[in-house]
């Protein structure tokens, strides 16, 4: 079964810094590009980063260039995102997704989704 599991969200302040983790399971995560998705209440699902199987290429929202990073641990099965300079308006619920091709470039086409984890900015 394919799953995908997040985990590292909570409360920060403004300015502040956390990590999200996703877990993998059921699929060769080395395969296939991954990306993180966010979304606010209210508002539609957003972009906010990407990477390729082997984290060769990496791409990012505009909004969040410079303050977060997207990385991989293809032997732990695991994708993370370090978000720094955390502003309020980054608050919502964070997504890990799958992409739907191998070795793809594609962080639009996902076909699996995590159940996602809260970030809340706020001080």
């Known amino acids: 079964q394919v799953q995908l599991v997040e985990s590292g969200g909570g409360l920060v302040q403004p300015k502040g810094s956390l990590r999200l983790s996703c877990v993998a399971s059921?699929?060769?995560?080395?395969?296939?590009?991954m990306a993180w998705y966010r979304q606010d209440p209210g508002k539609e699902r957003e972009f906010v980063a990407g990477?390729?199987?082997?984290?060769?290429?990496?791409n990012y929202a505009d909004s969040v260039k410079g303050r977060f990073t997207i990385s991989r641990d293809n032997r732990k099965n695991t994708l993370y995102l370090q978000m720094d300079s955390l502003k309020p308006e980054d608050t919502a619920v964070y997504y890990c997704?799958?992409?739907?091709?191998?070795?793809?470039?594609?962080?639009?086409?996902?076909?699996?989704w995590g159940k996602g984890t809260l970030v809340t900015v706020s001080s």
């Open positions: 997704a799958k992409g739907g091709a191998p070795w793809s470039l594609d962080y639009y086409s996902m076909d699996v």
């Open positions: 059921g699929f060769t995560f080395s395969q296939y590009p």
């Open positions: 990477i390729s199987s082997k984290a060769l290429s990496t």
